[in-house]
């Protein structure tokens, strides 16, 4: 069990920043990469951070897929295939992460969280999202079908196996996740951006509870902080999705590089 102590200033780092990485995550994706540092901001051992960091992220992309699954917002016949992959990878991550020590997790943290902030916070402009769209705009979506040149078969085989390792990422670090996986629904396998979205969030849900679950019984979650900033998730996604924002990333950017910037030097620093 986990025995760390909690301090109000523990609390006051995290939960604000949970909030706004879930109000960011909810404009234009990317909030792991602020919400996972706000938990080495207020002093958590990584494998700590990593799995109470799971706990919030759940929370929320629990939320947002039952928003896009009540909207019809996914392509059925991918959800079980790629669920069950994202579980399976996921697991074995977190696993890996819990047999990783920490300095080994702050040295891959240090070289992998600029590249996915990069991949995020600059990859091509994301169309707004069906929740932030009114319905007659979601069924003029439902009428556009992109072409595909890939069989069903062949989408099949490639969207089970970037599940199976994209969800192996999830589970042994997590931020940029659902950026990764909305490349490949979109970039490779040319699903429209309301159906690679909620595919996605399927994905993302599935690999987040695996990885959850794995860290519960390796004993990793702070659960007084993160039934909190699980609460500051809802709500700064709620928030979010709750707004037509245009240009959001203008705003989403140079939070996430001042987040980096203070996560940097403080680790540089062995503070």
Not at 70 to 89: D, H, S, W
Not at 133 to 150: C, H
Not at 188 to 198: K, S, Y
Request: proline share 4%; charged share 15%; net charge positive.
């Amino acid at each position: 069990m986990n025995v760390m102590p909690l301090t109000p200033l523990t609390f006051f780092i995290v939960c604000p920043l949970v909030f706004l990485a879930g109000f960011v995550d909810s404009i234009a994706g990317g909030g792991g990469i602020i919400s996972l540092p706000a938990y080495l901001f207020a002093g958590l051992p990584v494998h700590n951070a990593l799995a109470t960091n799971k706990l919030s992220s759940f929370c929320g992309s629990t939320v947002a897929t039952g928003r896009y699954l009540k909207n019809r917002c996914y392509q059925k016949i991918f959800i079980l295939p790629t669920v069950a992959a994202a579980l399976a990878g996921s697991a074995a991550g977190a696993r890996l992460s819990l047999i990783a020590g920490d300095d080994l997790l702050k040295k891959v943290l240090l070289v992998v969280l600029p590249f996915v902030a990069v991949v995020t916070v600059f990859r091509r402009g994301k169309k707004e999202k069906p929740e932030e769209t009114g319905l007659q705009e979601q069924n003029t979506l439902i009428q556009k079908k992109v072409p595909r040149s890939l069989s069903q078969k062949t989408q099949l085989i490639i969207a089970t196996g970037a599940s199976l390792v994209i969800g192996m990422y999830d589970g042994f670090y997590g931020p940029g996740t659902g950026t990764f996986l909305m490349l490949v629904f979109t970039g490779i396998l040319g699903f429209e951006e309301r159906d690679a979205a909620g595919n996605t969030k399927c994905v993302n849900w599935s690999s987040n509870a695996a990885a959850l679950a794995t860290f519960i019984t390796g004993g990793k979650v702070v659960w007084i902080l993160g039934a909190a900033a699980a609460v500051c998730s809802i709500a700064g996604n709620y928030c979010g999705s709750g707004l037509v924002i245009k240009d959001g990333k203008k705003y989403v950017r140079p939070v996430i590089i001042v987040v980096l910037i203070l996560l940097f030097v403080k680790i540089l620093s062995g503070k």
